[in-house]
């Protein structure tokens, strides 16, 4: 007999890790969903991604593959991901229902509450800073009472997340007319990642490791062979050259007045490090 969510199974859900969760969700049997799946479908990406994309419920492929968004509205979302700049390695993917709703039908509001601790639980462990909703049943979950033709494209701050209001890549296949207006939504996607950095601290985890890849950029800066043959050539300060009151020689050092070196430009990036 299955573990119902008011007897412990939904502790065990609130404390999953990542991998036993996905167990959990592919092995449920909490709805009615699960009599009629093939496979259950989990989500996929990055653990740690910082945009985390909830479309509705899996179809027809992704039951058959136990992968989201692998059909002809995956294909469209894939395209969507690149017009944002991201992909499903760095994004986080999943659905509101884990299971096939037969036929493609939308998923039942008990199908919803009985899915809800493993969405819940996902958004926990990934802790994203932006959530995009994919469509009415997620949107629903972010915006209550709103409509998609009113707020698509638009951002909300819910619990401490920038929350983004798109169609479903679905709607634009069936819709033609709606795919421009979809990819101009996505185009916006970079500027709401962008507001969510500025406005949500990294946590210490994360702030460390920024660090350690802002630290290996440089390295790869310091070793670029163009950029390492310049810093060789530049010549070495020499003390007795240097009159008392007077500056050394060093970048960003120079008279104002001085027309910059040409070569500043192409190196101003190393100001960043
Ligand atoms: N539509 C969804 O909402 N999710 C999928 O995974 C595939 C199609």
């Known amino acids: 007999m299955h573990e119902s969510m008011t007897d412990g199974g939904s502790a065990r859900v609130a404390t999953a ?32 991604a910082e945009v985390m994309f909830i479309g509705e419920g899996p179809g027809f492929n992704e039951d058959k593959q136990g992968r989201p968004f692998v059909g002809q509205a995956g294909s469209f979302l894939n395209e969507l991901l690149s017009i944002a700049g991201l992909d499903r390695q760095t994004a986080y993917i999943t659905n509101v229902v884990k299971c096939r709703p037969p036929g493609n039908r939308d998923p039942e509001p008990e199908e ?20 995009v909703t994919l ?19 638009t951002a909300r701050v819910v619990n401490g997340r920038m929350c983004v209001a798109m169609y479903h890549p679905a709607a634009g296949l069936h819709q033609a007319s709606l795919a421009d207006t979809i990819r101009a939504d996505f185009r916006k996607l970079p500027v709401y990642v962008e507001q969510a950095r500025i406005m949500f601290q990294p946590s210490a ?4 490791e920024r660090v350690a890849a802002s630290e290996l950029a440089r390295e790869e800066v310091i070793y670029e062979p163009q950029t390492a043959a310049v810093l060789d050539d530049a010549p070495e300060p020499e003390a007795k050259d240097v009159q008392e009151g007077e500056a050394a020689a060093t970048p960003g050092n120079e008279d104002e007045n001085e027309p910059p070196d040409e070569k500043d430009g192409d190196y101003g990036q190393l100001t960043f490090f």
């Not at 969760?21 to 009599?35: G, H, V």
């Not at 469509?135 to 494209?153: D, L, V």
């Not at 985890?205 to 460390?208: D, I, L, N, Q, S």
């Open 112 to 131: 919803i509450t009985a899915c809800a601790p493993y969405l819940e639980r996902q958004m926990a462990l990934i802790n994203p800073r932006v959530i």
């Open 135 to 153: 469509g009415r049943f997620s949107m629903a979950r972010f915006f209550p009472g709103e409509k998609i033709s009113q707020i698509h494209g």
């Open 205 to 208: 985890e994360e702030a460390e």
């Open 17 to 48: 890790s990542m991998s036993e969760l996905e167990a959990q969700i592919r092995t449920c049997q909490l709805c009615k969903l699960s009599k009629t799946r093939t496979r259950a479908v989990p989500g996929e990406g990055d653990v740690h």
